[in-house]
T-cell receptor
């Protein structure tokens, strides 16, 4: 399809395990964003990529969180040693550039047992 | 820091009722303002936007006017439909910035 694709759509894992979430942006979109949406909360900005570079990582909640983007396309968000408070929907969005509207994926629902 | 505050939901209306969802913001400079909508089972999508004071964004019968004097961007629709049932998010992005700040969302239920 032509939209932002995220995988997996759902992930259930045990506390302490590492998880990797994937985002495939719309082809040609240089800007890519990760957000977290906890139950009943708004979207919390995590990180932004322009190409393969992340100018601002200050939104990442802790050093257990990391993200990378290769080839200016696919991005992965990795959470190490997961905790129950990491349970949320993780949303990815992309845009042609930072001033253009963001197109969102359907998200990955992460549940930590 | 920059922030967005929107009215708590859920908001329940009958079909053809008038809708207002309040949104106010705090920001330095001159932000762009957005309303996003998330229909049941679907991803977030942009509903409308306004990039400068007094601009009115509109789409699908929804409107919002950028009011700098009251730092508001209230969402309105004259006659809601059942298909408008969704969660609505107000958001801002500051000039030259990349970070979009979202409100907590307002769930709208429209009854037939």
């Amino acid at each position: 399809g032509a939209g932002v694709s995220q995988s997996p759509s759902n992930k259930v894992t045990e506390k302490g395990k590492d998880v990797e979430l994937r985002c495939d942006p719309i082809s040609g979109h240089t800007a890519l964003y990760w957000y977290r949406q906890s139950l009943g909360q708004g979207l919390e900005f995590l990180i932004y990529f322009q190409g393969n570079s992340a100018p601002d990582k200050s939104g990442l909640p802790s050093d257990r969180f990391s993200a990378e983007r290769t080839g200016g396309s696919v991005s992965t968000l990795t959470i190490q040693r997961t905790q129950q408070e990491d349970s949320a929907v993780y949303l990815c969005a992309s845009s042609t550039d930072v001033n253009q509207p963001q197109h969102f994926g359907d998200g990955t629902r992460l549940s930590i047992l | 820091g920059d922030s967005v505050t929107q009215m708590e939901g859920p908001v329940t209306l009958s079909e053809e009722a008038f809708l207002t969802i309040n949104c106010t913001y705090t920001a330095t400079g001159y932000p762009s303002l957005f309303w996003y909508v998330q229909y049941p089972g679907e991803g977030l999508q942009l509903l409308l936007k306004a990039t400068k004071a007094d601009d009115k964004g509109s789409n699908k019968g929804f409107e919002a006017t950028y009011r700098k004097e009251t730092t508001s961007f209230h969402l309105e629709k004259g006659s809601v439909q059942v298909s408008d049932s969704a969660v609505y998010f107000c958001a801002l992005r500051n000039t030259g910035g990349f970070k979009t700040i979202f409100g907590a969302g307002t769930r709208l239920f429209v009854k037939a």
